[in-house]
């Protein structure tokens, strides 16, 4: 093990911290406004990334022309999910909320085995070859990942600080009854974190099936590194789970060089325990 | 068609189970500045808030420039000409000062609010020299002005503040209050409820002592500072 297989699982990590990126924030600005754990934010990325591969696999089309139908399948799924049944509970229990997440994700995986099988399917057919640069590799979708994540971040930094309804998001996650006090229109400000999260959730779903393989499990199985990120950039603060995802990916991959890669799962883990005690409020979390 | 801006008349509610007030009643015309006073636990700010729908009015009713707006939704009573400052977490602490007076043009479709933003510039200059800093990091008492900027945005009929001096130094109390007086002058009614009873009193058109959920007195604000008994009771000697 030397540097450059360091470095090697450094590119490795950024690639698997952008992926995770993109689930975090979503998860964190409905947590941030809701107060909710959205536990059927993971099977939204699989159901946006079947979605964008079955433009792919039925039009020809190529991925980053299937990426924007994905996301709108995604934020589609995610507001009817909240209109349909979670809208509905949201004056109960916080635990009711839950379970009831954990019952939409079940349906929405059973939704896309139905309709795609519970096989493995792919975005790209044979082998890409993967590009040198010195002795390090890269593949071309794992640019496009990295290049798709930022310009995604960026569009998402621009849309909560320069637009209204972005600034509403950010003011209704600071203190809800002052928005409602202010006039803000809070369910509206809802369904539209709801649909910025599931397009959020969808391009990372994209973006993981491009890195690897779709199969119905996919988001599920990222769905506990994406909370880890989320908790450990500070729960709530969308800026935190671009960092958080990055530290969570990072480190999962780095810790190959030492640990088995089945322990990748448990790395993200120790990481975010650590976090919770050392800074329970994760590294951007305010006092509460 | 009563001429006073609100009229909130003999209002029995709270926050479901026990009613808080117990047919409170009280009017602020236009223009005017009125402040209830009274001891802890007398309802003074259940019924300042009960003005903004935020709290459940079993009877009486609440009448904002000739419209029931009984038990109403906060939003659609802002759209109406009434803003409300609460007492604590009154600001957006991770947004810019900005933001915040952004915020609360939220409802603005007109596109006056740059323009109402720099008259609240003139009313509070510390806000213009800090318009980028994050609200949170502010002190309580430039907390306070964002919070009343804020509020001003929708260039209300009625402003509500809920102990807008509460723990402020001593300087900052004598400011918030000159502003607040400066607010009235645009021709903005204000109805406050203040710990501070003495000095709110003395910039107070009216004042109201409650107790129990019941009014107790009801005055001009110096002839509330004149008497001898409410002096004795809730104003600290």
Do not use: C
Not at chain 1, 36 to 57: K, P, R
Not at chain 1, 144 to 156: E, K
Not at chain 2, 182 to 208: P, S, T
């Amino acid at each position: 093990m030397d540097v450059t297989d360091l470095l090697q699982l450094a590119i490795y990590g950024v690639v698997l911290g952008s992926i995770l990126t993109l689930g975090a924030i979503g998860v964190s600005l409905l947590f941030g406004i809701l107060r909710f754990s959205n536990f059927a934010h993971g099977d939204i990325m699989t159901l946006g990334a079947y979605a964008a591969f079955a433009v792919v696999s039925t039009l020809h089309a190529p991925v980053w022309l299937a990426l924007p139908v994905g996301m709108i399948a995604g934020a589609l799924v995610s507001v009817a999910a909240d209109q349909l049944v979670y809208r509905r509970l949201r004056r109960t229990q916080p635990v009711i909320l839950l379970i009831s997440s954990f019952g939409m994700a079940l349906i929405i995986r059973s939704l896309v085995q139905l309709v795609w099988g519970p096989q493995d399917r792919s975005f790209v057919k044979g082998i890409d070859m993967p590009m040198h640069f010195g002795d390090l590799m890269v593949s071309p979708q794992q640019l496009w990942i990295l290049g798709g994540t930022i310009v995604i971040v960026i569009a998402v930094h621009l849309f909560l600080t320069r637009t209204r309804m972005g600034k509403a998001m950010r003011a209704m996650s600071d203190n809800m009854d002052l928005a409602r006090v202010t006039g803000i229109d809070a369910e509206k400000v809802i369904v539209w974190t709801w649909a910025l999260g599931g397009a959020l959730a969808a391009a990372a779903g994209v973006f993981l099936a491009l890195d690897t393989r779709l199969t119905p499990m996919m988001g599920w199985s990222a769905l506990l590194p994406i909370f880890a990120a989320a908790i450990l950039g500070g729960f709530g603060k969308p800026y935190g789970a671009i960092v958080g995802g990055m530290i969570i990916g990072v480190a999962s991959e780095m810790s190959t060089a030492v640990l088995p890669p089945a322990y990748k799962p448990a790395t993200a883990f120790a990481v975010m325990v650590i976090m919770l005690v050392v800074k329970p409020n994760g590294l951007l979390g305010a006092r509460r | 068609m009563s001429e006073h801006l609100l009229d909130m008349q003999s209002l029995i509610g709270g926050y479901g189970g026990n009613d808080i007030l117990k047919g409170a009643s009280l009017t602020v015309a236009q223009n005017e500045i009125v402040v209830i006073v009274g001891p802890n636990g007398a309802g003074k700010s259940t019924l300042m808030k009960s003005a903004f729908g935020l709290v459940k009015i079993r009877q009486g009713a609440v009448i904002f420039q000739g419209e029931d707006i009984t038990n109403m939704r906060p939003d659609l009573v802002v759209r109406r000409g009434m803003s409300f400052v609460p007492q604590e977490k009154n600001v957006f602490p991770s947004m810019t000062v900005q933001e915040n007076l952004e915020m609360g043009a939220y409802l603005r479709k007109d596109g006056g609010a740059a323009q109402q933003m720099e008259r609240i510039f003139e009313i509070f200059p510390r806000l213009k020299e800090r318009r980028k800093q994050a609200a949170g990091s502010m002190s309580g008492g430039e907390r306070q002005m964002v919070a009343m900027g804020r509020a001003l945005m929708l260039d209300p009929k009625l402003i509500l503040l809920d102990e807008p001096t509460a723990g402020l130094s001593p300087l900052f109390i004598e400011q918030t209050f000159e502003r607040i007086v400066e607010i009235n002058k645009l021709g903005i009614g204000v109805l406050m409820v203040e710990q501070n009873a003495k000095q709110a009193l003395e910039i107070a058109h009216r004042g109201y002592v409650l107790a129990m959920g019941r009014n107790r007195f009801e005055d001009t604000g110096a002839g509330l500072l004149a008497n001898r008994e409410i002096a004795e009771m809730f104003l600290g000697g």
